[in-house]
C-alpha cells in the first residue's frame, strides 16, 4: 500500500521546477514506477509533484537539422508508433515496443523510462541492501540470474532495467535539463552512474533537476538500427539479454558501430569490445564470430548467470546476421 | 417418448422417460441439450461487470483488514507493542496471540493442529497480528505500525538438504514428514529381463497456484450468527472449517460465494485469515472485508511443491515395459500438506508393467505449506515418467506413441485387486492424437526442417496421462424446485470454479424435466440457502453433481406423477410426464398441465430431492488423455515459440462443447506455464525468503507465451458405468502431459533433454553451451 | 530490515499548510476539458469527518462513463480502490495492484490503463470508461457479446479488464490481426488460461462493431 503523501500537479515549468526543490519531493510522470517505489519504500518522499500537467513536455517533434526532440512526457506507445520515430530510428520503436505490457507503455513515459528504479528483486523486495543504504549487496550471494555481468564491480550487480536508454545512448542522444540552478545537456550515455561512483543513484541527476526532452542527433547515411531483447517471457518482462545497435554501413562495410546491452550492466552497457571489433569490417560469418567473442570476453558473470555470456553471444550473432540480411536486401 | 403441446420454454424438447420409483435411471443414449456448446448461464453477469465476486462485496459500515506477517522463515515472536497502531487513524480493532479473542483459537493442518497465532512462526507470511481499520490503507498503515520483537531462528528451505544430519528442525518430531513406499512384482528381475535399463533424475519447481481473483473474504455478524462471503471453491468446506475454530455450530456460520476468481485448489478450504475476519468483525463491530494482498497469497496460500525424481526404467525391444522403479522427494512446507503425494501414481498405473516400486518420501523446510493444486502430483510424474517414456522408445527405436500404445492399461494395476477402468480412452487419445496431430508426416516434415541447420530447430513432441479421480462420487444433495408457474430452481452447495459448473447442471436439468436451460435458475455455493456439496477441486464437481441433479429431477418427476394421479384419478404408472404437461399413456386426451396439478396450486412449490448414489463397486473411473506439442526453439537465444498444441482427452460424454474445449485450453495454458516459465524463488543461501512473490518476477504465461493454434479433440466413449450421466473429470488432466510433451519436442529440436521443468532460455543456454563445451 | 519498513510511517500526509499549497499551485491546473473544473476549496473538518475521519481529503471529479463523480480521496489512493471500494463500481478488479495483471484495466481518454497505477487524483479531467459503461442500458456492448459467445472467459475475474484491453484495441484498429490482437491482450492475464477464446473474442468483436 502507498504511504501517505501531498500530491502537487503545477502547470507550468517554472512551478514544478519550483515545487521540487523542497525536502524530497518525487516527480510523478506516468507515475508507473513510481508508485511500485513508494509502495515497498525504496523512494521515501511525502511530496509527489506530477508533471503529467505539462503539455509542452509530450510529442515528437523534427529538429531543424533532421534529428528528433522527444518530449520527457511522451509516453512509450508515442514514441513506438510516431512514424517520425519509426522512420528515423526503427530500433528505438522497436525498443519502445518492447517495454513492459501495453497498458504500461500506454501511461508511462520517456523521461520516466530513463530515470526508473532497478528491478533486482532483494532491492524491489524487504531486503535493506546496499542500493538502500544497507550494508551488503544481496544478490551477489544470493538468487542472481536476473543480475549483471559486467561493470558491477561486485558491488551492486543490478541490470539496468531501461529498454530505450541503450538505443538512445547508441544513437548519441542527449537529455534536456532544467533545474534550480538553469538547464543543461547530458548524454544519455553518462546519465546512469555505475555502483562504483555511487551504489545509491540511478542518474546524475540532482534533486530538483526534471528531463525535459531528449535529443537525437540526426541519423547519417547507411545507418541500421535495432534493439533486441531476449526475455523469460514475452510480454511484461525485462531483459535477460539485449542489444541496441547503431551500425553506420557503406556498403556492405561498418563504418562505425554503436553497441549497447540492455540486461547487462547496472547501467546501459557500451561494448566497446565488441564496437571496436566491428568497425571497419565487413558482416563477414568471421567478423560476427569476433564480435560476439570480443563482447563477452570481459565479463564477470555470478553463480547464477553464467548462462548470459552465452546468450549475449548468440542473441548479438543473430542481430548482425540480420544487419547483414538487410544490408544485402 | 411422448410429443406434447408447446410453451416456450419447452418446445421442441422431447423428455426422457421417468423411471420408476427406487430404480436408477438408464443412462442417455442421446442428448439434446447436454453436450451442446450453449454459452454460460451466468455469462451476462460476468462480462457486464455485475456479477459480485467476494471481493465485491460492499456492506454498511464495512471496514477493511489487514494482516502483519512474519518476515522470516522461522522465528519466534518474543513481543508485539500494538500501542501505536492501535492509536492510528481509523482503526477499530488489533489483535495478535496476546488478545483474549485469540486465547484457544487453533488452526488444523491436516492432523496437525496448532494456535491460529502461533509466536513460533515457521514460514515466512505465518500470521502474527490483525488489524482493521475504516479504509484499505489505514489498515495497511496500522499494520506496518505493529511492532515485533523476533528471535530469528536458523532455517532451511532447501528440501533437497532438508533431510541432512546438520540442518534445523522444522517441526520437534524433525523433518521428514513421511515415506511411503509401493511396490509390485520384482523391480530386480523385471531390470534383468530388459534390453534396456535407462535411469534419470528430473527437477520440477514449486509452482504457485495465484488465481486472478485473491484470497479474501467479508465477514459479518448478525447477532451470534456470522456470515462469511469468501473467494472460495467449497463453502461447506468455509463454513465447518470456520465453526470449528471459533467453536460455533454449523448452523451459526453461512459461507457463501456465487462466484469466485478462481482457485486451482488454493481456495479449497479457507485460510487463517478467514477465521481472523471474522474475529476482526466481532471485536470491531463491523463487516470486514480482508483480501490478502497479491504478495501475501505468494507466502500463505499454498503452492505445488517442487520434486526430485529419480526414474529407472527397463524395456524390452517388442515395447514391452519390463520394470519401473520411481523415487521422489519433494516438501509439504512448514506443516503436513502432501508434499509428493500422487507424485508417483503415473509410474504406478498409467502403463502396463509388472514391477514397479515407489518411493515418496514427504519433507518438511521453512517456507508456506503446500495446497491441492490442479492434479496433485501428477504434472510432476509425468514431466518424468513421460520423458523417460520418450527415452526408452528412443533406445528400442520405436515410435514414442506405438510404444505408449503397447502399453495401454485396461485395469487399474496399482490399485488392490486391479480392478478395470469404467473406459480406457487412452488407446483412442494416442492414435485419434496422433491422426489429427499429423504426427508422422510432421515428424518428417521437421527433420526435413531441422536439416537446414540454422538457428531455428523445431520438434513435436507427446505425452500421455490418466488422472487418479475424477469418477466422482458421494455426497451430494441437490434440490430442485418447481414452482407454481412452472419455473424451476436448481438448488445445489457445489461453486463454479470457471468450469461451467452451473451451466452444466442447468443442462443436465434441463434434458431431464424436457425444458430450457434458460427457464432454470440457479442457487448454489450457499451453506445457508443450498445443499451440502463437497468443494469444487479434483475434476468431480461435474461426475458428481450431474448425476444428482438427474436424480433430483427425476425424483421431481416422480413426484408431479404422484400428485397428478390423485388428480386425474388414474394409476400413477400410467402416467407420463411431458415436460409442461402429463398425460395419460392409455388415452394422451387425458392430460394436465403441470401448473393445474393441484398439489402444486396448493402448495406453491414442488421438491425434487436428488442424491449422488455411489460409483460402480469393483471399477475404476478414470479420465485420460495425451497432448501433442510442435515448437521451435532459437539455438542462439535459447527462446522457446511453441507453434501448436492438440488436446485429446476422454472424459467421458462430453457435457458441453463449448465449457469442454475452455478447460482443455486452459490446462495447456497453465502447463506451459509449468514447463517453460513459472518458479517460485527462495533466496536460499541467505535469508531464505521468497525473492518473487509478485506476477513480474513469477511468470504467468501471457497471451503472447502461448500458441494462436491450440486444438482441443474430445474422445467421447459411451461409459454407463461411470454414473448415469456417463462423464467423468476434465479440469485435471487437461494440465498433467502438456510440460512433459514440450520437453519431449524441446528434445526432438534440440536433441539435449531438458530434466528441470521450467525450461526458460535460461536454461535452455545454460544445457545447450555445456554440451558445447562437454 | 522490518525497522526499514516501519520506520517512515509517520509520514501522514500533508500538513493544512501542504494542503494549502496544494490548493495555491492546482488551481491553474484545470484546463480545458468536458468537466466543470473541480472544485477545490480548502475542506472544513466537517466535510471530512463524516466519511474518512483523521485523513487529509481532497475532492476530486471522476468522469466515470458520463457521469461525474465527486469524492473525497486521499491523495494516495489509486482510481481502482475509488471505483472500487468509495464508488462502488465494482466491474473493474484487483489482481495484483502493481500493474502486473490487468485485471483492473480501464479507458482513459479512451486508451487502456491499470487503474490500480493510476491515482485518482491523476484521472481528474478525463474521461474514465469502465466495464460498466460498454453497457447500452442493460444490453450488452458488441465486446461484451463477443465475449459471451465465444466463452472468453472461465472464472471470469480477468474478464473486465480483458474486455477493456480488447475495447481499447478496437478503439484504435478497427480490424486486428490475429498478431494485433495477441499483443493487444498482453497485457492481461488470465490464470484459467482462456486465451485462445480471448483471442477469438477480440475477432469477432471487431466484427460485431463494424456492422
Ligand atoms: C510491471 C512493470 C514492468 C515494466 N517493464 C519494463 C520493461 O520491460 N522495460 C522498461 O524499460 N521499463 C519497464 N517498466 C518500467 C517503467 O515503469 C516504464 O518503463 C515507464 O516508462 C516509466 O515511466 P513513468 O512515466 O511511468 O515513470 P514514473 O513512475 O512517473 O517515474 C519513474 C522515475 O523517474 C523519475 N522521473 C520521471 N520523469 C522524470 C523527468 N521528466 N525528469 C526527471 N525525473 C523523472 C520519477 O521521479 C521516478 O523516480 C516496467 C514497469 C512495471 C511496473
Ligand atoms: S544488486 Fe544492488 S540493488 Fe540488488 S541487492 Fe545488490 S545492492 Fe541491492
Ligand atoms: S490490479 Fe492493476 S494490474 Fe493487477
Ligand atoms: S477467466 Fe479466470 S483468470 Fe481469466
Redesign the interface.
Same mark, same amino acid.
Given at each position: 500500500m502507498l504511504p501517505k503523501f501531498s500530491y502537487i500537479r503545477p502547470d507550468k515549468l517554472d512551478q514544478a521546477v519550483a515545487q521540487i526543490q523542497a525536502g524530497n519531493a518525487a516527480i510523478h510522470a506516468g507515475g508507473t514506477d513510481l508508485l511500485g517505489c513508494l509502495r515497498e519504500r525504496i523512494i521515501k518522499s511525502e511530496k509527489i509533484v506530477s508533471i503529467s500537467g505539462l503539455e509542452k513536455l509530450r510529442g515528437v517533434r523534427e529538429t531543424v537539422e533532421g534529428g528528433l526532440r522527444i518530449g520527457a512526457l511522451t509516453t512509450i506507445t508515442g514514441m513506438a508508433e510516431d512514424p517520425l520515430v519509426r522512420k528515423k530510428y526503427p530500433g528505438l520503436a522497436m525498443a519502445a515496443s518492447e517495454v513492459a505490457s501495453p497498458q504500461l507503455r500506454n501511461q508511462g513515459t520517456l523521461g520516466g523510462n530513463l530515470c526508473q528504479k532497478p528491478r533486482c528483486w532483494y532491492y524491489r523486495g524487504e531486503f535493506h541492501c546496499l542500493r538502500k543504504g544497507g550494508n551488503q549487496c544481496y544478490a551477489i550471494e544470493g538468487e542472481n540470474q536476473f543480475h549483471a555481468i559486467f561493470g558491477h564491480d561486485n558491488i551492486c550487480v543490478i541490470t539496468h532495467p531501461s529498454d530505450t536508454a541503450p538505443v538512445l545512448s547508441a544513437l548519441g542522444a542527449k537529455v534536456q535539463v532544467i533545474g534550480p540552478g538553469g538547464g543543461r545537456n547530458i548524454a544519455v550515455a553518462d546519465l546512469h552512474v555505475p555502483p562504483r561512483d555511487d551504489v545509491r543513484a540511478e542518474t546524475v541527476l540532482d534533486q530538483g533537476e526534471i528531463i525535459t526532452h531528449v535529443d537525437i542527433p540526426p541519423p547519417p547515411a547507411g545507418l541500421y538500427t535495432s534493439y533486441r531483447k531476449v526475455r523469460a517471457r514475452r510480454s511484461w518482462d525485462f531483459a535477460l539479454a539485449g542489444a541496441a545497435l547503431a551500425l553506420v554501413m557503406d556498403g556492405d562495410r561498418v563504418v562505425r558501430a554503436s553497441i549497447v546491452f540492455s540486461g547487462a550492466a547496472p547501467v546501459p552497457w557500451r561494448s566497446r569490445e565488441a564496437e571496436q571489433a566491428l568497425a571497419g569490417n565487413t558482416l563477414s560469418d568471421d567478423t560476427i564470430d569476433k564480435v560476439c567473442r570480443a563482447a563477452t570476453a570481459g565479463a564477470k558473470p555470478l553463480r547464477e548467470n553464467r548462462y548470459k555470456v552465452p546468450m549475449f553471444r548468440g542473441m548479438l550473432e543473430e542481430e548482425l546476421r540480420k544487419a547483414r540480411l538487410q544490408e544485402k536486401a | 417418448m411422448a410429443t406434447r403441446d408447446k410453451i416456450y420454454y419447452t418446445e421442441g424438447l422431447p423428455v426422457p422417460e421417468t423411471p420408476d420409483l427406487g430404480t436408477q435411471p438408464a443412462f442417455w443414449k442421446k442428448t439434446d441439450l447436454v453436450g451442446k456448446p450453449i454459452p454460460r448461464v451466468d455469462a451476462y453477469e460476468r462480462v457486464s461487470g455485475t456479477a459480485v465476486y467476494p471481493s465485491d462485496i460492499l456492506l454498511p459500515n464495512m471496514i477493511y483488514a489487514a494482516i502483519l506477517r512474519c518476515p522470516h522463515p522461522h522465528a519466534r515472536v518474543k513481543k508485539i507493542d500494538i500501542a501505536e497502531a492501535g492509536k492510528m487513524p481509523g482503526v477499530r480493532a488489533v489483535i495478535t496471540g496476546d488478545s483474549k479473542e485469540a486465547k484457544g483459537v487453533k488452526w488444523k493442518y491436516r492432523d496437525m493442529e496448532v494456535p491460529l497465532f502461533d509466536s513460533h512462526c515457521r514460514f515466512e507470511g505465518e500470521v502474527v497480528a490483525a488489524v482493521a481499520a475504516d479504509s484499505w490503507y489505514q489498515a495497511r498503515d496500522a499494520a506496518q505500525a505493529i511492532k515485533v520483537d523476533y528471535e530469528v531462528l536458523p532455517f532451511v528451505v532447501d528440501y533437497e538438504r532438508s533431510l541432512d544430519v546438520s540442518v534445523p528442525r522444522v517441526q520437534e518430531k524433525g523433518n521428514l514428514l513421511s515415506e511411503d513406499t509401493y511396490s509390485r512384482g520384482d523391480v530386480e528381475k523385471g531390470f534383468a529381463e530388459a534390453d534396456i535399463v535407462l535411469e534419470q533424475t528430473y527437477h520440477t519447481q514449486c509452482e504457485l497456484h495465484t488465481p486472478l481473483e485473491l484470497h479474501g473474504c467479508v465477514a459479518n455478524w448478525d447477532g451470534d450468527r456470522l456470515t462469511v462471503w469468501e473467494s472460495s471453491q467449497g463453502v461447506f468446506a468455509v463454513q465447518s472449517r470456520v465453526a470449528e475454530a471459533l467453536n460455533l455450530p454449523l448452523s451459526k456460520v453461512r459461507a457463501s460465494g456465487h462466484y469466485m476468481g478462481g482457485g486451482f485448489g488454493s481456495k479449497l478450504w479457507p485460510g487463517k485469515y478467514t477465521v481472523i475476519s471474522a474475529m476482526l468483525a466481532r471485536k470491531a463491530a463491523r463487516p470486514v472485508k480482508m483480501l490478502l494482498s497479491r504478495e501475501e497469497t505468494y507466502l500463505c496460500a499454498g503452492n505445488r511443491p517442487a520434486g526430485t525424481m529419480r526414474i529407472k526404467a527397463g524395456v524390452r525391444k517388442d515395447g514391452t515395459i519390463t520394470a519401473i522403479d520411481f523415487d521422489c522427494i519433494g516438501p509439504s512446507g512448514a506443516y503436513p500438506a502432501g508434499g509428493v503425494q500422487l507424485v508417483d501414481w503415473l509410474a504406478r498405473d498409467l502403463y502396463l508393467c509388472a514391477n514397479v516400486r515407489t518411493r515418496g518420501r514427504d519433507v518438511l523446510i521453512n517456507a508456506g505449506p503446500a495446497r491441492p493444486f490442479r492434479a496433485p502430483g501428477h504434472p510432476q510424474g509425468a514431466w518424468a515418467l513421460e520423458q523417460m517414456i520418450d527415452e526408452l522408445a528412443k533406445a528400442i527405436d520405436m515410435d514414442p506413441v506405438q510404444l505408449r500404445l503397447k502399453n495401454v492399461p485396461l485395469k487399474s494395476q496399482a490399485r488392490e485387486g486391479t480392478p478395470p477402468y469404467t473406459s480406457t480412452g487412452l488407446r483412442q487419445c494416442l492414435e485419434k492424437g496422433a491422426e489429427k496431430f499429423d504426427w508422422q508426416a510432421s515428424l518428417e516434415r521437421i527433420r526435413k526442417f531441422n536439416e537446414q541447420n540454422n538457428h531455428l530447430r523445431r520438434g513435436i513432441g507427446m505425452g500421455a496421462c490418466l488422472w487418479v479421480a475424477g469418477g466422482g462420487g458421494p455426497p451430494s444433495t441437490v434440490v430442485i424446485k418447481l414452482f407454481r408457474d412452472g419455473s424451476i430452481n436448481l438448488n445445489m452447495g457445489a461453486s463454479d470454479i470457471g468450469t461451467g459448473t452451473k451451466t452444466i447442471m442447468a443442462q443436465v436439468a434441463a434434458e431431464e424435466l424436457g425444458v430450457q436451460p434458460a427457464i432454470i435458475q440457479i442457487e448454489n455455493a450457499d451453506t445457508a440457502t443450498t445443499q451440502y456439496a463437497t468443494p469444487s477441486g479434483g475434476s468431480k464437481t461435474v461426475p458428481t453433481e450431474a448425476p444428482t441433479v438427474r436424480n433430483a429431477a427425476i425424483a421431481l418427476k416422480q413426484e408431479l406423477l404422484a400428485a397428478a394421479a390423485e388428480d386425474m384419478e388414474v394409476p400413477e404408472d400410467e402416467l407420463e410426464y411431458i415436460g409442461d404437461e402429463i398425460i395419460w399413456s392409455r388415452d394422451a386426451a387425458k392430460r394436465l398441465r403441470i401448473t393445474e396439478v393441484s398439489r402444486l396450486k396448493k402448495r406453491g412449490v414442488m421438491i425434487g430431492t436428488g442424491y449422488r448414489g455411489p460409483n460402480p463397486a469393483d471399477k475404476v473411473v478414470n479420465p485420460f488423455a495425451a497432448h501433442f506439442c510442435e515448437l521451435e526453439v532459437n539455438i542462439l537465444s535459447g527462446e522457446i515459440n511453441i507453434i501448436r498444441f492438440l488436446g485429446v482427452h476422454d472424459s467421458g460424454r462430453v457435457m458441453n462443447r463449448m465449457t469442454f474445449d475452455n478447460q482443455v485450453y486452459g490446462g495447456i495454458v497453465m502447463g506451459i506455464g509449468f514447463g517453460l516459465t513459472e518458479s517460485r524463488q527462495l533466496d536460499e543461501r541467505q535469508t531464505g525468503r521468497l525473492c518473487n512473490k509478485n506476477w513480474h518476477d513469477y511468470k504467468l504465461p501471457t497471451a503472447m507465451d502461448v500458441p494462436l493454434e491450440i486444438t482441443s479433440l474430445p474422445i467421447e466413449l459411451d461409459d454407463p458405468e461411470s454414473n448415469n450421466t456417463g462423464a467423468k473429470g476434465l479440469g485435471e488432466p487437461v494440465t498433467i502431459p502438456t510440460a512433459a510433451a514440450i520437453a519431449n519436442a524441446l528434445c526432438m529440436a534440440t536433441g539435449v533433454r531438458f530434466t528441470r521443468a521450467p525450461v526458460s532460455p535460461m536454461e535452455v543456454v545454460r544445457k545447450l553451451s555445456e554440451r558445447k563445451e562437454g | 530490515?522490518? =525497522? &526499514? @519498513?516501519?520506520d @517512515?510511517?509517520q509520514?501522514? *500526509?500533508?500538513s493544512r499548510r *501542504?494542503?494549502m499549497? +496544494?490548493i495555491g %499551485?492546482?488551481a *491553474?491546473?484545470v484546463?480545458a476539458s468536458l468537466l466543470s473544473p473541480p472544485l477545490r476549496r480548502p475542506l472544513k473538518a466537517e466535510d471530512v469527518g463524516t466519511i +474518512? #475521519?483523521?485523513?487529509?481529503m %481532497?475532492k476530486v471529479r471522476l468522469a466515470v462513463n458520463g457521469t461525474v463523480h465527486a469524492v473525497l480521496v !486521499?491523495?494516495?489512493?489509486?482510481l481502482l480502490?475509488v471505483l472500487?471500494?468509495i464508488i462502488?463500481? $465494482?466491474? $473493474? =478488479?484487483?489482481?495484483? @495492484?502493481?500493474?502486473?495483471?490487468?485485471?483492473c484495466?480501464v479507458l482513459i481518454d479512451d486508451? #487502456?490503463?491499470?487503474s490500480c497505477?493510476?491515482?485518482a487524483? !491523476?484521472a481528474e479531467n478525463r474521461t474514465i470508461t469502465?466495464?460498466?459503461g460498454l453497457?447500452k442500458g442493460e444490453e450488452?456492448g458488441p465486446v461484451?457479446t463477443a +465475449?459471451?459467445?465465444t466463452?472468453a472467459?472461465?472464472?471470469?475475474?480477468? $474478464?473486465?479488464g480483458q474486455?477493456m484491453?480488447v475495447e481499447g484495441l478496437l478503439r484504435k484498429v478497427e480490424s486486428p490481426s490475429?498478431e494485433e490482437i495477441?499483443? *493487444?491482450?498482453?497485457? &492481461?492475464?488470465?490464470?484459467?488460461?482462456?486465451? #485462445? &477464446?480471448?483471442?477469438a473474442a477480440a475477432g469477432k468483436a471487431a466484427q460485431l462493431k463494424s456492422k
Amino acid at each position: 500500500m502507498l504511504p501517505k503523501f501531498s500530491y502537487i500537479r503545477p502547470d507550468k515549468l517554472d512551478q514544478a521546477v519550483a515545487q521540487i526543490q523542497a525536502g524530497n519531493a518525487a516527480i510523478h510522470a506516468g507515475g508507473t514506477d513510481l508508485l511500485g517505489c513508494l509502495r515497498e519504500r525504496i523512494i521515501k518522499s511525502e511530496k509527489i509533484v506530477s508533471i503529467s500537467g505539462l503539455e509542452k513536455l509530450r510529442g515528437v517533434r523534427e529538429t531543424v537539422e533532421g534529428g528528433l526532440r522527444i518530449g520527457a512526457l511522451t509516453t512509450i506507445t508515442g514514441m513506438a508508433e510516431d512514424p517520425l520515430v519509426r522512420k528515423k530510428y526503427p530500433g528505438l520503436a522497436m525498443a519502445a515496443s518492447e517495454v513492459a505490457s501495453p497498458q504500461l507503455r500506454n501511461q508511462g513515459t520517456l523521461g520516466g523510462n530513463l530515470c526508473q528504479k532497478p528491478r533486482c528483486w532483494y532491492y524491489r523486495g524487504e531486503f535493506h541492501c546496499l542500493r538502500k543504504g544497507g550494508n551488503q549487496c544481496y544478490a551477489i550471494e544470493g538468487e542472481n540470474q536476473f543480475h549483471a555481468i559486467f561493470g558491477h564491480d561486485n558491488i551492486c550487480v543490478i541490470t539496468h532495467p531501461s529498454d530505450t536508454a541503450p538505443v538512445l545512448s547508441a544513437l548519441g542522444a542527449k537529455v534536456q535539463v532544467i533545474g534550480p540552478g538553469g538547464g543543461r545537456n547530458i548524454a544519455v550515455a553518462d546519465l546512469h552512474v555505475p555502483p562504483r561512483d555511487d551504489v545509491r543513484a540511478e542518474t546524475v541527476l540532482d534533486q530538483g533537476e526534471i528531463i525535459t526532452h531528449v535529443d537525437i542527433p540526426p541519423p547519417p547515411a547507411g545507418l541500421y538500427t535495432s534493439y533486441r531483447k531476449v526475455r523469460a517471457r514475452r510480454s511484461w518482462d525485462f531483459a535477460l539479454a539485449g542489444a541496441a545497435l547503431a551500425l553506420v554501413m557503406d556498403g556492405d562495410r561498418v563504418v562505425r558501430a554503436s553497441i549497447v546491452f540492455s540486461g547487462a550492466a547496472p547501467v546501459p552497457w557500451r561494448s566497446r569490445e565488441a564496437e571496436q571489433a566491428l568497425a571497419g569490417n565487413t558482416l563477414s560469418d568471421d567478423t560476427i564470430d569476433k564480435v560476439c567473442r570480443a563482447a563477452t570476453a570481459g565479463a564477470k558473470p555470478l553463480r547464477e548467470n553464467r548462462y548470459k555470456v552465452p546468450m549475449f553471444r548468440g542473441m548479438l550473432e543473430e542481430e548482425l546476421r540480420k544487419a547483414r540480411l538487410q544490408e544485402k536486401a | 417418448m411422448a410429443t406434447r403441446d408447446k410453451i416456450y420454454y419447452t418446445e421442441g424438447l422431447p423428455v426422457p422417460e421417468t423411471p420408476d420409483l427406487g430404480t436408477q435411471p438408464a443412462f442417455w443414449k442421446k442428448t439434446d441439450l447436454v453436450g451442446k456448446p450453449i454459452p454460460r448461464v451466468d455469462a451476462y453477469e460476468r462480462v457486464s461487470g455485475t456479477a459480485v465476486y467476494p471481493s465485491d462485496i460492499l456492506l454498511p459500515n464495512m471496514i477493511y483488514a489487514a494482516i502483519l506477517r512474519c518476515p522470516h522463515p522461522h522465528a519466534r515472536v518474543k513481543k508485539i507493542d500494538i500501542a501505536e497502531a492501535g492509536k492510528m487513524p481509523g482503526v477499530r480493532a488489533v489483535i495478535t496471540g496476546d488478545s483474549k479473542e485469540a486465547k484457544g483459537v487453533k488452526w488444523k493442518y491436516r492432523d496437525m493442529e496448532v494456535p491460529l497465532f502461533d509466536s513460533h512462526c515457521r514460514f515466512e507470511g505465518e500470521v502474527v497480528a490483525a488489524v482493521a481499520a475504516d479504509s484499505w490503507y489505514q489498515a495497511r498503515d496500522a499494520a506496518q505500525a505493529i511492532k515485533v520483537d523476533y528471535e530469528v531462528l536458523p532455517f532451511v528451505v532447501d528440501y533437497e538438504r532438508s533431510l541432512d544430519v546438520s540442518v534445523p528442525r522444522v517441526q520437534e518430531k524433525g523433518n521428514l514428514l513421511s515415506e511411503d513406499t509401493y511396490s509390485r512384482g520384482d523391480v530386480e528381475k523385471g531390470f534383468a529381463e530388459a534390453d534396456i535399463v535407462l535411469e534419470q533424475t528430473y527437477h520440477t519447481q514449486c509452482e504457485l497456484h495465484t488465481p486472478l481473483e485473491l484470497h479474501g473474504c467479508v465477514a459479518n455478524w448478525d447477532g451470534d450468527r456470522l456470515t462469511v462471503w469468501e473467494s472460495s471453491q467449497g463453502v461447506f468446506a468455509v463454513q465447518s472449517r470456520v465453526a470449528e475454530a471459533l467453536n460455533l455450530p454449523l448452523s451459526k456460520v453461512r459461507a457463501s460465494g456465487h462466484y469466485m476468481g478462481g482457485g486451482f485448489g488454493s481456495k479449497l478450504w479457507p485460510g487463517k485469515y478467514t477465521v481472523i475476519s471474522a474475529m476482526l468483525a466481532r471485536k470491531a463491530a463491523r463487516p470486514v472485508k480482508m483480501l490478502l494482498s497479491r504478495e501475501e497469497t505468494y507466502l500463505c496460500a499454498g503452492n505445488r511443491p517442487a520434486g526430485t525424481m529419480r526414474i529407472k526404467a527397463g524395456v524390452r525391444k517388442d515395447g514391452t515395459i519390463t520394470a519401473i522403479d520411481f523415487d521422489c522427494i519433494g516438501p509439504s512446507g512448514a506443516y503436513p500438506a502432501g508434499g509428493v503425494q500422487l507424485v508417483d501414481w503415473l509410474a504406478r498405473d498409467l502403463y502396463l508393467c509388472a514391477n514397479v516400486r515407489t518411493r515418496g518420501r514427504d519433507v518438511l523446510i521453512n517456507a508456506g505449506p503446500a495446497r491441492p493444486f490442479r492434479a496433485p502430483g501428477h504434472p510432476q510424474g509425468a514431466w518424468a515418467l513421460e520423458q523417460m517414456i520418450d527415452e526408452l522408445a528412443k533406445a528400442i527405436d520405436m515410435d514414442p506413441v506405438q510404444l505408449r500404445l503397447k502399453n495401454v492399461p485396461l485395469k487399474s494395476q496399482a490399485r488392490e485387486g486391479t480392478p478395470p477402468y469404467t473406459s480406457t480412452g487412452l488407446r483412442q487419445c494416442l492414435e485419434k492424437g496422433a491422426e489429427k496431430f499429423d504426427w508422422q508426416a510432421s515428424l518428417e516434415r521437421i527433420r526435413k526442417f531441422n536439416e537446414q541447420n540454422n538457428h531455428l530447430r523445431r520438434g513435436i513432441g507427446m505425452g500421455a496421462c490418466l488422472w487418479v479421480a475424477g469418477g466422482g462420487g458421494p455426497p451430494s444433495t441437490v434440490v430442485i424446485k418447481l414452482f407454481r408457474d412452472g419455473s424451476i430452481n436448481l438448488n445445489m452447495g457445489a461453486s463454479d470454479i470457471g468450469t461451467g459448473t452451473k451451466t452444466i447442471m442447468a443442462q443436465v436439468a434441463a434434458e431431464e424435466l424436457g425444458v430450457q436451460p434458460a427457464i432454470i435458475q440457479i442457487e448454489n455455493a450457499d451453506t445457508a440457502t443450498t445443499q451440502y456439496a463437497t468443494p469444487s477441486g479434483g475434476s468431480k464437481t461435474v461426475p458428481t453433481e450431474a448425476p444428482t441433479v438427474r436424480n433430483a429431477a427425476i425424483a421431481l418427476k416422480q413426484e408431479l406423477l404422484a400428485a397428478a394421479a390423485e388428480d386425474m384419478e388414474v394409476p400413477e404408472d400410467e402416467l407420463e410426464y411431458i415436460g409442461d404437461e402429463i398425460i395419460w399413456s392409455r388415452d394422451a386426451a387425458k392430460r394436465l398441465r403441470i401448473t393445474e396439478v393441484s398439489r402444486l396450486k396448493k402448495r406453491g412449490v414442488m421438491i425434487g430431492t436428488g442424491y449422488r448414489g455411489p460409483n460402480p463397486a469393483d471399477k475404476v473411473v478414470n479420465p485420460f488423455a495425451a497432448h501433442f506439442c510442435e515448437l521451435e526453439v532459437n539455438i542462439l537465444s535459447g527462446e522457446i515459440n511453441i507453434i501448436r498444441f492438440l488436446g485429446v482427452h476422454d472424459s467421458g460424454r462430453v457435457m458441453n462443447r463449448m465449457t469442454f474445449d475452455n478447460q482443455v485450453y486452459g490446462g495447456i495454458v497453465m502447463g506451459i506455464g509449468f514447463g517453460l516459465t513459472e518458479s517460485r524463488q527462495l533466496d536460499e543461501r541467505q535469508t531464505g525468503r521468497l525473492c518473487n512473490k509478485n506476477w513480474h518476477d513469477y511468470k504467468l504465461p501471457t497471451a503472447m507465451d502461448v500458441p494462436l493454434e491450440i486444438t482441443s479433440l474430445p474422445i467421447e466413449l459411451d461409459d454407463p458405468e461411470s454414473n448415469n450421466t456417463g462423464a467423468k473429470g476434465l479440469g485435471e488432466p487437461v494440465t498433467i502431459p502438456t510440460a512433459a510433451a514440450i520437453a519431449n519436442a524441446l528434445c526432438m529440436a534440440t536433441g539435449v533433454r531438458f530434466t528441470r521443468a521450467p525450461v526458460s532460455p535460461m536454461e535452455v543456454v545454460r544445457k545447450l553451451s555445456e554440451r558445447k563445451e562437454g | 530490515m522490518e =525497522k &526499514n @519498513d516501519h520506520d @517512515d510511517k509517520q509520514g501522514n *500526509g500533508y500538513s493544512r499548510r *501542504g494542503f494549502m499549497q +496544494f490548493i495555491g %499551485v492546482g488551481a *491553474g491546473v484545470v484546463g480545458a476539458s468536458l468537466l466543470s473544473p473541480p472544485l477545490r476549496r480548502p475542506l472544513k473538518a466537517e466535510d471530512v469527518g463524516t466519511i +474518512f #475521519p483523521a485523513s487529509e481529503m %481532497v475532492k476530486v471529479r471522476l468522469a466515470v462513463n458520463g457521469t461525474v463523480h465527486a469524492v473525497l480521496v !486521499e491523495p494516495r489512493w489509486s482510481l481502482l480502490y475509488v471505483l472500487r471500494e468509495i464508488i462502488g463500481m $465494482t466491474g $473493474t =478488479k484487483i489482481g495484483c @495492484d502493481r500493474g502486473e495483471c490487468g485485471a483492473c484495466t480501464v479507458l482513459i481518454d479512451d486508451v #487502456p490503463r491499470y487503474s490500480c497505477m493510476t491515482l485518482a487524483v !491523476e484521472a481528474e479531467n478525463r474521461t474514465i470508461t469502465t466495464v460498466e459503461g460498454l453497457m447500452k442500458g442493460e444490453e450488452l456492448g458488441p465486446v461484451q457479446t463477443a +465475449f459471451v459467445e465465444t466463452d472468453a472467459f472461465q472464472c471470469g475475474y480477468c $474478464t473486465s479488464g480483458q474486455i477493456m484491453a480488447v475495447e481499447g484495441l478496437l478503439r484504435k484498429v478497427e480490424s486486428p490481426s490475429p498478431e494485433e490482437i495477441r499483443l *493487444g491482450c498482453s497485457g &492481461n492475464l488470465c490464470r484459467c488460461g482462456a486465451y #485462445p &477464446n480471448i483471442f477469438a473474442a477480440a475477432g469477432k468483436a471487431a466484427q460485431l462493431k463494424s456492422k
